[in-house]
């Protein structure tokens, strides 16, 4: 049977629509401050992927950016006013990236950006998220890519990083947010990302792989995150984008995979959804549609994204090689 059509034109409608004068007036809308800075950046990387960036206008969407920005700590905070936080900083710096326009914050800014982010470090490796103290893999991984990107990425920062993300590995090759946390897809990609940026993949052997594949769920061919858990639309960026890395992605059914997120959109309004017919977001939009470019780019007209940054592969050539 064949899969269902990509509904592209719907997709860029659903992004822009997100940013409407109607959803402006929304609750849902207000609620959801604390995420609006990585919000913009799934609409923005879901938009560039389907070669459609011209969608949202660009003045607007950089002044927002730079309004994000945390005089005070350094970082980039989710919405104007609010504080920096390590998750938006990376998502503040890949909608520059993205938008090739570092320049907006060269000078004291970037040196206040990467002061932020060392101030978070610890003394096992790890990073917090901002100054409150929560540690996660993903503050680690954050950290290692915006110093990375801003040719700050140092040899000490990078040999603690990957000796902090080794120790969240488990017996069944997964990771965890923590030390002795249940393993968990997202997690393993922001293992794997951070052990790729400080070039330490070596240091993976074949049980991830093994753990990363099994997560395909029969006969939906969709991925979840944990055993014996249903299968959600963003795995198909955060199972997948880890084989790519590990170049294991051969060890998955692409065709299964293809039709379980096809069917996850909105064939009406556009969007993707966790499951086939439950209600679509930005979130879900953009790593499913990221998730079809690491299978099949020139299938659907998407541009090629690179497996750790999820950026588009012609953006992260211009990297810093530190």
Same mark, same amino acid.
């Given at each position: 049977?064949?899969? #269902?059509?990509?509904?592209?034109?719907?997709?860029?409608?659903?992004?822009?629509?997100?940013?409407?004068? $109607?959803?402006?007036?929304?609750?849902?809308?207000?609620?959801?401050?604390? %995420?609006?800075?990585?919000? %913009?950046?799934?609409?923005?990387? $879901?938009?560039?992927?389907?070669?459609?960036?011209?969608? %949202?206008?660009?003045?607007?969407?950089?002044?927002?950016?730079?309004?994000?920005?945390?005089?005070?700590?350094?970082?980039? $905070?989710?919405?104007?006013?609010?504080?920096?936080?390590? *998750?938006?900083? *990376?998502?503040? *710096?890949?909608? %520059?990236?993205?938008?090739?326009?570092?320049?907006?914050?060269?000078?004291?800014? !970037?040196?206040?950006?990467?002061?932020? @982010?060392?101030?978070?470090?610890?003394? =096992?490796?790890?990073?917090?998220?901002?100054?409150?103290?929560?540690?996660?893999? !993903?503050? /680690?991984?954050?950290?290692?890519?915006?110093?990375?990107?801003?040719? !700050?990425?140092?040899?000490?920062?990078?040999?603690?990083?990957?000796?902090?993300?080794?120790?969240?590995? &488990?017996?069944?090759?997964?990771?965890?947010?923590?030390?002795?946390?249940?393993?968990?897809?997202?997690?393993?990609?922001?293992?794997?990302?951070?052990?790729?940026?400080?070039? &330490?993949?070596?240091?993976?052997?074949?049980?991830?792989?093994?753990? *990363?594949?099994?997560?395909? @769920?029969?006969?939906?061919?969709?991925?979840?995150?944990?055993?014996?858990?249903?299968?959600?639309?963003?795995?198909?960026?955060? /199972?997948?984008?880890? #084989?790519?890395? #590990?170049? +294991?992605?051969?060890?998955?059914?692409?065709?299964?995979?293809?039709?379980?997120?096809?069917?996850?959109?909105?064939? =009406?309004?556009?969007?993707?959804?966790?499951?086939?017919?439950?209600?679509?977001?930005?979130?879900?939009?953009?790593?499913?549609?990221?998730?079809?470019?690491?299978?099949?780019?020139? +299938?659907?007209?998407?541009?090629?994204?690179?497996? @750790?940054?999820?950026?588009?592969?012609?953006?992260?050539?211009?990297?810093?090689? &530190?």
């Amino acid at each position: 049977m064949s899969p #269902l059509p990509f509904q592209r034109g719907k997709h860029i409608k659903y992004i822009q629509d997100l940013d409407s004068k $109607a959803t402006k007036q929304t609750y849902e809308y207000w609620l959801s401050e604390h %995420l609006r800075l990585n919000g %913009l950046y799934w609409g923005i990387m $879901a938009l560039d992927t389907m070669n459609a960036l011209d969608a %949202l206008p660009q003045d607007e969407v950089l002044q927002f950016v730079v309004d994000c920005y945390d005089k005070e700590k350094g970082g980039f $905070a989710p919405f104007p006013g609010h504080d920096a936080h390590m *998750l938006t900083t *990376l998502s503040g *710096l890949q909608i %520059l990236f993205i938008y090739r326009r570092l320049d907006l914050i060269e000078g004291e800014k !970037r040196d206040k950006i990467i002061d932020f @982010v060392m101030q978070q470090r610890c003394a =096992d490796g790890s990073f917090k998220g901002d100054a409150f103290g929560e540690i996660d893999t !993903r503050f /680690v991984f954050a950290a290692v890519y915006i110093l990375k990107m801003l040719g !700050r990425l140092t040899h000490e920062v990078a040999e603690g990083a990957t000796e902090f993300i080794m120790r969240c590995q &488990n017996f069944d090759g997964g990771f965890g947010l923590l030390p002795g946390s249940e393993s968990h897809a997202a997690q393993v990609y922001t293992s794997l990302g951070t052990l790729a940026i400080c070039k &330490n993949l070596d240091r993976i052997d074949s049980k991830t792989p093994s753990w *990363l594949s099994e997560r395909q @769920v029969l006969p939906s061919g969709g991925f979840n995150g944990r055993p014996e858990k249903l299968p959600d639309a963003c795995y198909s960026w955060w /199972v997948l984008s880890s #084989l790519e890395m #590990l170049q +294991k992605s051969h060890w998955i059914n692409f065709e299964l995979l293809e039709k379980f997120i096809l069917e996850c959109q909105d064939l =009406d309004d556009g969007g993707f959804g966790d499951r086939p017919d439950n209600q679509t977001d930005v979130y879900h939009t953009c790593f499913a549609i990221c998730g079809l470019s690491l299978m099949y780019s020139d +299938k659907y007209g998407l541009k090629p994204v690179d497996p @750790v940054y999820c950026m588009p592969t012609e953006i992260t050539k211009l990297l810093p090689d &530190n």
